[in-house]
């Protein structure tokens, strides 16, 4: 099961540059909150063998004093409950401040497991300034320097070493998984309950994580799956937290438990900032898509034009990737929910769809030969082979060609869109790479 590591930290103690670092990247997804400028930022960061995702919480001040205490504790409250490790940055040039001392106390009484980062440890002298951090009561504070890379190492190895061991995969990895994501309000827990509210003896919970994550199964009409759910889909979440990162934050985890994501939309309002924002975690990570547009009884006028204009308008919003179903449903009514489900075991099945090597050449090397790659600089590209990889995340298709540095963009597309016209791949990525011979 992913984990998912929350920085957290004053601003200006170099929590993004951290981020960067840690990620191997300028910059991850970035999520904009309408209204303000404060910026979220999700990434991935590899570290001998294990995975996981990193979490940049922004900056905090606002104007007053006291608006600026109460954005910490929101922001902090919501790392806390969410994250399995919390990363607190910290300034080794300005010691420890009232801020720090409040947000360690906020992590202690949390007891989550906590790593304390001093950073901007940029001279030999400035780590003996370290020790006075010991004051936090959070253990050992490792010296950083983030510009660097200096301490790094060991930081990694400190919080690889502080995740839970899980097992709860090897429960359930027979199954398909499905997480339903999207915005507050579009309808998640409307359409959770709508399928198994009134016939709870059909399902099973399985304790997925301390945080209250479950799998669901839903095993009726001869379906069998998991539905990848966590407290963000059941439970309403205060006023007084911040909505759009909070669900930020579980679809994250949702989506990375997932084979499949079941992104809802409000038919009302159409799509915003934030349904991008997640769309962009799932195709992050690989996963099927299948588009689920809620609260269709609302919807005044429901001709086919309309549909296909509404069709039309998701797929451009979305676009390049447009090859997944889209499903117009009412959790109230119940009106193609069940549907929703079909769709995305169908979209499953697409995502472990193997294609023999011999149909790939009979499809591929004639059209190729009609249609080579363009010629780049007088030198003529030839493609003479393709083939499927085996155990990948998704369908990935290799082509061998005589000079693979010149085979453009374009080209690629055009051979997506054929492997996707012969055979079903419908919201499912694939992957194509041209390699040498």
Known sequence: MANIVAIVGRPNVGKSTLFNRLTGTRRAIVMNTAGTTRDRQYGKCEWCGKEFSVIDTGGWVVNSDDTFESEINRQVDIAIKEADVVLLVV??????????????????????????????????????????????????????????????????????????????????????????????????????????????????????????????????????????????????????EDMEYYSVVRSIRAIENSDVCILMLDATRGIEAQDLNIYALV???????????????????????????????????????????????????????????????????????????????????????????????????????CTQLPNTQVPTFVFFANLPQYVKEPYRRFLENKLRSWWDFNGTPVQLFIRGK
Request: aromatic share 10%; proline share 5%.
């Open 91 to 240: 300034d080794v040039n300005e010691g420890v401040t009232q801020f720090d001392t409040e947000v360690a106390h906020l992590l202690r009484q949390a007891k989550k497991p906590t790593v304390l980062a001093v950073n901007k440890v940029d001279t030999f002298e400035n780590q003996y300034g370290a020790a006075e951090f010991y004051k936090l009561g959070l253990g050992e504070p490792f010296i950083l320097s983030a510009e660097n890379g200096l301490g790094s190492g060991d930081l990694l190895d400190e919080i690889c070493s502080r995740f839970r061991k899980d097992d709860t995969d090897e429960e359930i990895d027979d199954l398909p998984r499905f997480a339903i994501v999207g915005r507050p309000n579009a309808g998640k827990s409307s359409i959770l309950n709508a399928l198994i509210g009134e016939e709870r003896s059909i399902v099973t919970d399985i304790p997925g994580t301390t945080r209250d994550s479950i799998y669901t199964r839903y095993n009726k009409f001869g379906k069998d799956f998991y539905l990848v759910d966590t407290a963000g889909i059941r439970k309403k979440a205060k006023v007084t």
């Open 283 to 385: 195709q992050k990570n690989k996963k099927g898509l299948v588009v689920c547009v809620n609260k269709w009884d609302l919807v005044e006028s429901k001709t086919t034009q309309d549909i296909k204009g509404y069709e039309n308008a998701i797929r451009e919003r979305l676009a390049p990737f447009t090859d997944f179903p889209i499903i117009f449903t009412s959790a109230l009514t119940k009106q193609r929910i069940y549907k929703v489900m079909e769709t995305a075991l169908h979209v499953y099945e697409n995502k472990q769809r193997k294609v023999p090597t011999a149909q790939l050449n009979d499809k591929f090397l004639p059209l190729i030969e009609n249609y080579p790659p363009p010629a780049n600089k007088g030198k003529y590209i030839k493609i003479k082979y």
